[in-house]
Structure formats: C-alpha cells, structure tokens
C-alpha cells in the first residue's frame, strides 16, 4: 500500500514521523512535505518510526538520504526505529547507518533525541 | 559451529543484498515501462540507482551527435556550478564516442570530471546518441564491486531499451504532428481551391444555359452534340466540386454573404426592374434559392425523420436518371424506424450508393435497396448483382479517389451508365459522412468469378456475356452490398420539417 500521508507527532523538541506503507519516489514527498514543516529551531531531532510492514524501494532509500542530509546541515539529529530485519541490513549496506542511528526501540530513541529524556 | 553459523549470516546478508539488487532492477523496468518523457525517464533513474547503491551524486546525460550538444540531462546531489561544468565535461567526453554499436555500455575512466565521480559509463542508445552516467563515492565508503558493476550495466541496458522506446515514440509523435499539420494545409489548399472554382463555374454554367437557350432555334444539330458533351462535362465538375464540398466540409463562400445582404437590402427593387425586362413571380425568391445552393454552408441541422420515407422519395426522383439502364431495381423499405440526423447526407449517401450499384450492375442484372430496424440500428442496405470489387481495393474503397475500374473502362462519363465510374471521391464523401453523422459503414463484396482473369471484361450486358447462360448465372458470379447503419432516433428528438 502506497503512503498517502505522514503522521506527526511532538514530544518537546522531538519530532516523530510515522512512516508506513510503500516508500517509493512518490510515496516519499509526504515525507518530504511533512519534514520541511519541521522548524529546525524548535524540533532539535527528529525520529523515523518504521513497522515492520514498511517496505522502501531504492527511490524510497533515495528520499531518506536526502532528508537526513538536510537534517545534517540545519543541524538536527535524526534517529530511525522499528524498521525490520532485512531493511537494517539494506539501511546498513546503503550507508543509511553513516547518517543516523538506528534504535532498538522507540524509547531507547526517544531517550537518546530529547535533552529532557 | 561459530563458523557454520558466521558463513550462514555472510551468504543470507549476500541474499538479502541481492534481493534488493532485483527489487531495483524490477522497480526501474517496471516504472519506466510505457514512460516516453526522456527527462523523467533519466530523473527516475537516478534517483533509483544512486539510492540501490547508497550514493549521494550522480548524473545522466544523454548527448545528440546531429545537434552535437547535450540533449538531456539530470544531476543529483551536485550544485548548480559544478552540474554546468559536469555538463560541458561530460559532451566533451561522449564526443568521441559516436559510432559505438547500438546497445553497448561500457564502464570507463573519464578524465576531468570531479574527484567525486568514481564511477562512469557510458553507452550508446541509437546512432545518433550517446550517453554518461556518473556516480560518486558509496556512502558506506566501499568501492564498487564486480557484482556492483555487473548490476549497473543491466540497469543501464534497461534504460537504453527505455530511452530507445521513448525515442521512437518521440519519432512517431513528430512524424504524427507533421502528417496532421500537412494534412491541415492540404485541406486548406484544397477548400480554398474549391471556393475558386465555384464562382466561375457557376458562371459557366449559368452562361451555357442561357447559349442553350439562345440556340434553339438554330438550325442544325451538329451545336447540339457539343453543347451536350460540355454541358456533360461541365455536370461532371460540379460533381466533383460538390463532393469535395462535403469532403472539406465547405463553408460559405466568399461572395455568398455580400450576395444575401444585397437580395436582403434591394429584393423590391430587384424584382420591379426584373419585371421590366417582363421576369415576373418569385424571382426573388427563386434567386435565394441558388444563392444558398451555389454559394451556402454545408452546416447541415439535424433533425427527427422515417429513413424508409426519406429513402423511397430520393429513390423516386434518383430512378429516371437511369432508366436507360435495364436494371432490376427492388425495394423492401420499413418506413417505420426513425433517425435523428441532417437529411441531406442520408440522401446523398443512398444516391451515391446507388449511382455506385446501378454503374457496376449490367445490364439485366438487379439491384435492392433495403431499409430495415435491427435492435437500436437501422440499415440501409444497398446490394447489388454488379461485377463486385477485387480484394485488394475492397481495403481501400473508402480512401477516396481510388477508382475501382481502370480510367479507360469509364471513358464515356454518363452518370449511371455501366462502367462508368468516377473518380471514386463519392465513396471517400461518404465514408466523411459517416464520421462526421456517426453512423457506420460496411462493404461486403465478391468479385465476378468469370473476372478473375484481369483480361476479361464485362460486356455490360448478361445477355452479351459468353458465360452467362441465363440471368440467374451473372446474379451467383458476384456482387457487392453496401450497408450504412444508423442509430435509432433517441426518444424526444426535434421533429423534422
């Protein structure tokens, strides 16, 4: 199923985006739309919520990269969690990994991303 | 065990990495399939590949050697200074490959393009254009491998099948957009030359009626023979001028407003200086009438009417015009089904289908006209026992001015006489007509057995044909059926006048 739409959610100066669904070129200008509605003064860091159903095509890969370069640069800190088995791997072989950390768990992330946690 | 178990994870990380290795190559073949926007095509792409190989620059070009300049081009992740340098750099280096076989990408050392491109190809997607891909350093900070490379000249051979696909379909849209454009011109041409004609050839022919008149009473008939082959003539131009009329769908010409406006302006005056030269009655009237039917629109208004009537009074007033013809002409018309459309085309459809039975028919042969409901259609079927039509033109009969019969074959030019032919423009109104009215045509037609043979011919008369012992031999031997089906008039259509 193809993402129509990101959910975000706030905690502090976390932002949380859960992305699901079919992570294509396409399905990733929500998470475009959704990431640059992300003052970088107020959200510090920003953390990916996969599940495990969440499938991304090398477009998808594409689109994540880009958006944790930009984090990069306006000085934010991402992190990703819930993403399955095989993605870690592909996250790993794409370099993902170079550009962020992967949590475990969303409160092991959550901990991580906010002063306050 | 701890080695079993380790060489497990390397040969199922091996797996996964190749599984979505294909998942890219399914994805490119499957995004770009039907895909013909070059731009899109090499923006996808990129965006694919460099995200299958955890890259953050890269870019495509695409160079044409007839305009010897970069055709397309897309760049990801490099700004806008160094993608124009990219750009210069990469035509300089596709310059000297023009003449590679189609099809062939090949991974290269391309000198002077930025450190961070470590990887370039290129290929070659027709004669005349080449291609770069570059990519820069994998993120992970690996070279690329063997099985790296490998995948990447799959996935540009892909591309060049797209790239190919989308050229051609570029080719066959210009190609398209110049034939309608051409076509554009010609009917202009050929309407504006029509609209010339008309006016002198009303004149004509209004000129040798009035000879014919002042003729009369001469002695002689030796006028009178060739008074008749231009009058003949002259019918057979307006023929054809009428019938391009429709084909182009002809407007009012020029002086037809100028004309009505001054009938409008001075009808009193008209007729009282007609009447001195002792022209009486509806002159003016009658002189409305010829405007309109010499120089007038062919904007026809549709309207509500009984095709089985309509079809029984043309076929009443068309029947004289060969009755120097021994042709059996039956009927089995149903006036009841009513159709909603101009009635001037229905009726030149049944006169040229007829005209075109009756001249194709021999003498002694038979020629039905039908008029029938079938469901929510009517037909108006027109067969006939004639000489029928060769395979080989029954394709092109509509196309229109294909004569069916060689041009020596209809030399004496008297409409309804056997033979005699056109210059087939009728069946190409009709077929106009039938897009334009949307109602459907259809031809069914067997060939006169005995004409096989390209030597023989038709006498033009059964009782004259050697092969023929009675009637009933000629009407077995061939003959063709011309039907137009029309829809059933919608419930609540305006009636007709």
């Given at each position: 199923m193809a993402m129509e739409e990101v959910q975000v959610s706030r905690q502090g100066s976390l932002a949380v985006l859960d992305i699901r669904g079919y992570v294509t070129k396409t399905s990733g200008v929500p998470m475009k739309t959704a990431f640059a509605g992300l003052d970088p003064a107020v959200?510090?860091?920003v953390l990916f919520r996969f599940d495990k159903e969440t499938y991304v095509n090398s477009e998808g890969i594409k689109t994540i990269i880009d958006l944790l370069l930009e984090a990069g640069q306006a000085g934010q800190r991402v992190g990703i969690t819930g993403v399955s088995d095989h993605f870690e791997k592909i996250f790993g072989m794409v370099g993902i990994t170079k550009l962020t950390r992967i949590y475990k768990t969303e409160e092991e992330a959550v901990q991580d991303l906010t002063p306050e946690g | 065990m701890h080695e079993q178990s380790q060489a497990a994870d390397v040969a199922q990380?091996?797996?996964?990495?190749?599984?979505?290795?294909?998942?890219?190559?399914?994805?490119?073949?499957?995004?770009?399939?039907?895909?013909?926007?070059?731009?899109?095509?090499l923006k996808n792409f990129l965006l694919m590949t460099t995200g299958n190989f955890g890259t953050i620059d890269g870019f495509v070009l695409l160079r044409e050697s007839g305009s010897?300049?970069?055709?397309?081009?897309?760049?990801?992740?490099?700004?806008?200074?160094?993608?124009?340098?990219?750009?210069?750099?990469?035509?300089?280096?596709?310059?000297?490959?023009?003449?590679?076989?189609?099809?062939?990408?090949?991974?290269?050392?391309?000198?002077?393009?930025?450190a961070s491109v470590v990887c370039s190809l290129?290929?070659?997607?027709?004669?005349?254009?080449?291609?770069?891909?570059?990519?820069?350093?994998?993120?992970v900070g690996e070279p690329y491998s063997d099985e790296d490379n490998d995948l990447l000249l799959t996935l540009v051979n892909n591309l060049v099948i797209t790239l190919k696909n989308a050229r051609h379909a570029e080719a066959l849209r210009s190609a398209y957009e110049e034939v309608s454009s051409l076509n554009r011109a010609k009917d202009k041409?050929?309407?504006?030359?029509?609209?010339?004609?008309?006016?002198?050839?009303?004149?004509?022919?209004?000129?040798?009626k009035l000879l014919g008149r002042h003729l009369k009473g001469a002695p002689g008939e030796k006028w009178k023979r060739i008074y008749d082959r231009a009058e003949r003539n002259l019918d057979r131009l307006l023929e054809i001028q009428d019938e391009v009329d429709d084909i182009v769908h002809g407007e009012a010409v020029g002086g037809y407003h100028l004309l009505?406006?001054?009938?409008?302006?001075?009808?009193?005056?008209?007729?009282?200086?007609l009447a001195e030269k002792g022209t009486e009655g509806a002159v003016v009237e009658w002189l409305r009438g010829r405007i309109e039917e010499v120089f007038g629109s062919r904007e026809c208004e549709p309207e509500e009417f009984s095709?089985?009537?309509?079809?029984f009074s043309?076929?009443?007033?068309?029947?004289?015009?060969?009755?120097?013809?021994?042709?059996?002409?039956?009927?089995?018309?149903?006036?009841?089904?009513?159709?909603?459309?101009?009635?001037?085309?229905?009726?030149?459809?049944?006169?040229?289908?007829?005209?075109?039975?009756?001249?194709?028919?021999?003498?002694?042969?038979r020629v039905t006209v039908a008029v029938q409901r079938q469901g929510e259609c009517v037909r108006l079927k027109v067969a006939d026992t004639g000489v029928g039509i060769l395979a080989d033109h029954r394709k092109r009969i509509f196309e229109g001015f294909f004569p069916t019969q060689e041009t020596a074959q209809y030399a004496t030019k008297v409409p309804f006489d056997f033979n005699a032919g056109g210059k087939g423009a009728d069946l190409l109104r009709m077929k106009i007509f039938s897009e334009r009215y949307s109602f459907d045509l259809k031809m069914d037609s067997s060939r006169c057995i005995l004409l096989e043979d390209p030597e023989n011919a038709c006498p033009g008369d059964i009782e004259n044909c050697a092969r023929c012992q009675k009637e009933e031999d000629c009407f077995e031997s061939g003959g063709s059926t011309f039907e137009a089906v029309f829809p059933v008039a919608p419930a609540g259509s305006p009636p007709g006048k």
């Open positions: 959200y510090r860091s | 990380d091996r797996l996964e990495r190749q599984l979505f290795h294909l998942k890219t190559l399914y994805d490119i073949s499957r995004e770009m399939l039907g895909e013909t926007d070059t731009g899109r095509i010897g300049g970069i055709g397309h081009y897309s760049c990801v992740g490099f700004n806008e200074e160094r993608g124009r340098g990219l750009e210069t750099r990469g035509e300089s280096l596709l310059a000297g490959r023009v003449g590679d076989a189609p099809g062939d990408a090949s991974l290269i050392t391309a000198e002077g393009l930025p290129s290929f070659t997607v027709d004669e005349d254009c080449t291609g770069l891909l570059g990519l820069g350093s994998k993120i041409m050929i309407n504006h030359l029509s609209h010339e004609l008309k006016t002198p050839m009303a004149v004509v022919q209004g000129s040798l009505r406006r001054l009938l409008d302006g001075c009808g009193d005056e008209l007729e009282v200086l095709l089985g009537d309509a079809v043309r076929l009443q007033r068309l029947a004289p015009e060969f009755s120097h013809r021994r042709i059996d002409l039956g009927t089995d018309i149903d006036a009841g089904p009513r159709v909603f459309m101009p009635r001037e085309p229905v009726e030149k459809v049944l006169a040229g289908l007829v005209k075109n039975a009756v001249e194709n028919t021999p003498d002694g042969g």
